[in-house]
């Protein structure tokens, strides 16, 4: 694909963007992809209507033209291989849950891979979200800059082995019926790591994703094994923070439940 105009989603700037893999190339995103239209699917009047709409073919992996070419080489040469060591890593530990074995402590650069995810989530959002929040811009650009304030909090879980998607949501909203609590957040689930990026320090639909903030406080290059409690949850739909199971998914069909209730699981303790 060639480059394309426009305005880089980190830096601000304006010029010939990069097609950003989102996940990187290398974190198991080499291959073709299908992506379904969202219309369709939310007009489907059957849960085998809905897995069977039509899907556009991606031969480059998921990702889309988001990134100057700058900022594409340096935060992939900087933070790309740590990331890669994270998700290999995670890929190990959702086998070894697979067959009732417990998962392993993560050895990992922490500083690196929460800038990662911060990269990708700055292609998910679009370039609002780094324009809103200056402290992100220069989180991703300085090497050394630690810290995430309380309001912004990366969370990640396990993809389930019974997942049958991946999905990217920009900034997104659910709103309880019962008391008026407003959730805002963005979402990126890809085999094996999912991540929900929580905006505005509010609870979110579904608490069992953990909290992922304490990676920016390691230095950059500092190496640390960490055990990460990540829960393994279902992803088959495209609504964000959805972590129905199939079965469930059908039966919400057959109910005229799409979209869930409020009630998706226990809340992760503090």
């Given at each position: 694909m060639a480059d394309q105009l426009g305005t880089c989603c980190i830096c601000g700037n304006i010029g010939k963007l990069s097609f950003e893999h989102v996940p990187p190339k290398r974190a198991f995103n080499d291959r073709p992809i299908f992506n379904a239209d969202i219309h369709a699917v939310l007009s489907a009047k059957s849960y085998d209507e809905m897995t069977g709409v039509r899907r556009s073919r991606s031969p480059k992996g998921a990702g889309r033209h988001t990134l100057c070419i700058p900022c594409n080489n340096n935060t992939g040469s900087w933070y790309g291989p740590s990331y890669i060591d994270w998700v290999q890593q995670g890929a190990r530990n959702l086998e070894l849950t697979v067959q009732g074995r417990p998962s392993q402590p993560f050895t990992i650069q922490p500083l690196a891979v929460i800038k990662m995810i911060m990269t990708m989530f700055s292609s998910?959002?679009?370039?609002d979200l780094f324009a809103g929040e200056?402290?992100?811009?220069k989180f991703v650009l300085d090497k050394s800059a630690k810290g995430?304030?309380?309001t912004i909090v990366p969370l990640g879980y396990l993809l389930s082995e019974r997942s049958t998607a991946f999905r990217q949501s920009g900034v997104s909203g659910t709103i309880s019926t019962t008391n008026n609590d407003m959730s805002v957040f963005s979402e990126l689930?890809?085999?094996?790591?999912g991540y929900i990026l929580s905006l505005g320090g509010n609870k979110l639909p579904d608490e069992r994703?953990?909290?992922l903030s304490s990676f920016a406080g390691y230095d950059f290059g500092e190496t640390a094994e960490l055990h990460i409690p990540l829960p393994k949850l279902e992803v088959n739909s495209i609504l964000p923070a959805d972590f129905r199971s199939d079965e469930q998914m059908r039966s919400a069909f057959s109910t005229n439940s799409l979209v869930p209730?409020?009630?998706r699981g226990p809340r992760h303790p503090e």
């Open positions: 998910v959002c679009g370039q200056p402290w992100l811009r995430l304030p309380k689930a890809f085999f094996p790591l994703p953990v909290s209730t409020e009630d």
